[in-house]
């Protein structure tokens, strides 16, 4: 007797297999699927009636070839799962398949924050947690509420179907400009690679994610007030892109900043409050917005956004750092708890990893966050001498926000050994005094 796949109620999961280790932390993503994506999977109603099936090649007890049953589901399933956590090659292969064959009825979720590669940066991730155990039901019910709107609605949400679609309507010309910005961004030819998509644009105007794009090539250009209008205009074209309106909050905010902050500019408050209401699991939005109120000296309102930001990236170094500089501004060196060292010593694995990568991945943050933990956990040589490595790839910019963060400390630089030294590093390279 043969089996028969029923395609139209299968929702097929591409994550990985077993155990791994990501940034220096063991996840079981068997138990992942079990506990959390295979019932959340299994409660989505479809439009027509009935449940979504969960699949996944490995738990198939029939006798067939895995890869073709794994292309088979590819192909033909209602909808398919994806989780990037760990940036697994196998997951990314699986997703290029998948986005090629359908252009709908595909999600990305995640665990953690290091970026995606470029090609799919533009692409909404949306994060789930599995611990603690509270924290389950939570990513159970956002899972099933993705799922639901997405089969409900059967927005294209596959970026190849949506640039062939463009290409076939706009002819090889387009084709080959997009090309030609690909190869240019991975050799860091980031002009060459803003010259091809501002020809890209002339042709195909009405693409969100190709002015997504072509801002965050501007933003690595510093230029923050063409990035802005690239990222008002993903916004005016995609209302409910929350991705677009948190980078819309950040270059206005930067083009705020440079301009002496003129009250005739938007601070990028409200850019980053409308990402935050669209995704509120988007810790880079609170962050960022948590970095306004600090350069506004609303401190408390500050350390309120980063901490939420702690909370929804489980730990995240960045909004951590920031959110105890001001506890300890606020409360005293001796407020930090805990919680917050075991935070920042396993925060510390991953940043070691990323600045020993060649080329250093997220320099200089990942130097200027790793110097920063080791200071508060009194490691004062260490802190310096990996300030130092990271200043190879500051820009003067960077230097000067990473020194007005430091000195919200200054209150409490008897209780930090080493805080002297570092200051007054970053204060000769900011003043002009030395030069990187």
Known sequence: MSLTIDYTKICFAVMPFSKKTVDGKEIDFDQIYNEVFKPAISSVTLPEGGNLIPKR????????????????????????????????A??????????????????????????????????????????????????????????TESLLY????????VAL?????????????????????RNDDFNTAINKYEQALQQDNNNPIRYLEFGLLLKKQDRWNDAADA????????????????????????????????????????????????????????????????????LEQSAAMYKRSVEVSDGHPYPLLNAVILQVRIEGFSSISTRQKLFMKRAEVPLRKQVADIPPYNAPWSFFDLSTILLLLGKKDDALTILEEGLVYAKDWEVKTHLDTLLLMENQKENLPGFGDIVSLLRNIAEGDLKL
């Open 57 to 88: 090649t490995d738990q198939d007890y029939f006798s067939a070839n895995i890869d073709t049953e794994m292309y088979n589901y590819l192909e033909y399933s209602r909808f398919a799962f994806v989780d990037i956590t760990g940036l697994n």
């Open 90 to 147: 196998n997951v990314f292969y699986e997703l290029g398949i998948r986005h090629h064959a359908n252009q709908s009825g595909t999600a990305i979720f995640r665990q953690g924050d290091k970026n995606p590669p470029f090609d799919i940066s533009h692409i909404k991730a949306f994060p789930y947690e599995y611990q603690p155990v509270e924290k389950i039901e939570e990513s159970k019910a956002l899972i099933i509420k993705v799922l």
């Open 154 to 161: 059967n927005r294209i949400d596959s970026p190849v179907q």
């Open 231 to 298: 990222f008002k205009k993903a916004t005016q074209l995609s209302p409910t892109y929350s991705e677009a309106w948190r980078e819309l909050g950040i270059a206005e905010n930067k083009v705020y900043n440079k301009a002496g902050k003129t009250p005739d500019l938007p601070s990028g408050e409200e850019a980053l409050k409308k990402a935050i209401e669209l995704n509120a699991k988007d810790f880079d939005a609170y962050a960022s917005l948590g970095g306004i109120y600090k350069r506004l000296g609303q």
């Open 165 to 185: 679609a463009a290409q076939r309507l706009q002819g090889p010309k387009l084709d080959q400009l997009l090309l030609d910005a690909t190869n240019a961004i």
